[in-house]
T-cell receptor
Framework: DGGITQSPKYLFRKEGQNVTLSCEQNLNHDAMYWYRQDPGQGLRLIYYSQIVNDFQKGDIAEGYSVSREKKESFPLTVTSAQKNPTAFYLC???????????FGDGTRLSIL | QKEVEQDPGPLSVPEGAIVSLNCTYSNSAFQYFMWYRQYSRKGPELLMYTYSSGNKEDGRFTAQVDKSSKYISLFIRDSQPSDSATYLCAMSAGNQFYFGTGTSLTVIP
């Protein structure tokens, strides 16, 4: 089954803890993206990567980090510096450029 | 001013109705225009995408782009209860994507 796979579906973070959200794709897409979705605010771009070993900050990168060691994988770490991490996190992939993105089914992060 | 404006609704229609969903935008550089459907607790699913102006039809769905008015629409004919979801418009220029906040649609049997 081809697509974007995010795990886990639900994640809980304790105060002061870093957590990592997984995103894997088997679509051979060059570009991968992380978005945060909050009610009434739409999708906000956290980080994106156009190629392996390279990534750029999006609009709300503070408190987050990413890596792109393999084309298939683009994990997102929510660090303790992110003071309001409760949200629905979406990973997307696309052909580099302006072609439409395809999304995973998201990870819902909550604070314990 | 936001790059993309979308009426959040909620929109409630009877089964079989024609639904019209709309977005306006301010950046004339946008070239690709997309509509996504998002069910609760799921990721957005690409429904339609068009390049530049014009219409595109796929089954019960029609996407329209009017670049002169900076206005895009998605029409759903013969709406079904399974169409109940949030619909997001999206646009791109270069490597940047911009999303609307979504319109919540409920189709009542």
């Amino acid at each position: 089954d081809g697509g974007i796979t995010q795990s886990p579906k639900y994640l809980f973070r304790k105060e002061g803890q870093n957590v990592t959200l997984s995103c894997e794709q088997n679509l051979n897409h060059d570009a991968m993206y992380w978005y945060r979705q909050d009610p009434g605010q739409g999708l906000r771009l956290i980080y994106y990567s156009q190629i392996v070993n390279d990534f750029q900050k999006g609009d709300i990168a503070e408190g987050y980090s990413v890596s792109r060691e393999k084309k298939e994988s683009f994990p997102l770490t929510v660090t303790s510096a992110q003071k309001n991490p409760t949200a629905f996190y979406l990973c997307a992939g696309g052909i580099r450029g302006t072609q439409p993105q395809h999304f995973g089914d998201g990870t819902r992060l909550s604070i314990l | 001013q936001k790059e993309v404006e979308q009426d959040p609704g909620p929109l409630s229609v009877p089964e079989g109705a024609i639904v019209s969903l709309n977005c306006t935008y301010s950046n004339s550089a946008f070239q690709y225009f997309m509509w996504y459907r998002q069910y609760s607790r799921k990721g957005p699913e690409l429904l339609m995408y068009t390049y530049s102006s014009g219409n595109k039809e796929d089954g019960r769905f029609t996407a329209q782009v009017d670049k002169s008015s900076k206005y895009i629409s998605l029409f759903i004919r013969d709406s079904q209860p399974s169409d109940s979801a949030t619909y997001l418009c999206a646009m791109s220029a270069g490597n940047q994507f911009y999303f609307g906040t979504g319109t919540s649609l409920t189709v009542i049997p």
